[in-house]
């Protein structure tokens, strides 16, 4: 289970992070562009409160945002690495049997 869901996490941080610089999609502005990039952090804090052993306790909004708006940008396999750090850092993914 957690082998999907950090893939599908790091696909989400990578497809904002590639369309947040598309002028035509997104302001450029850094500013902005870490307005527009909470939405994102809030889900992937969401993601990991419900599936890692310690989330439960409480996982900031903020959990992916700095390396959401720094430069350059980053693969989905570097996102997976971040995203399983993190996941680490949280008490490790659940397992399929711990999820309801």
């Not at 893939?7 to 870490?34: N, V």
């Not at 599936?51 to 992916?64: C, H, Q, S, Y």
């Not at 850092?89 to 659940?94: D, F, V």
Request: hydrophobic fraction near 40%; charge should be negative.
């Amino acid at each position: 289970m957690s082998l999907k869901l950090s893939g599908f996490m790091a696909k989400a941080c990578s497809y904002a992070q590639e369309h947040i610089d598309d002028p035509q999609a997104w302001p450029t502005e850094p500013t902005l562009r870490e307005d527009y990039l909470h939405c994102v952090s809030f889900q992937m804090a969401c993601f990991f409160a419900q599936n890692t052993r310690d989330g439960g306790e409480g996982v900031d909004w903020d959990v992916v945002i700095g390396p959401l708006t720094e430069h350059p940008m980053k693969s989905e396999g570097q996102w997976e690495i971040i995203i399983d750090e993190i996941a680490k850092e949280l008490g490790g993914w659940k397992e399929a049997a711990d999820v309801s």
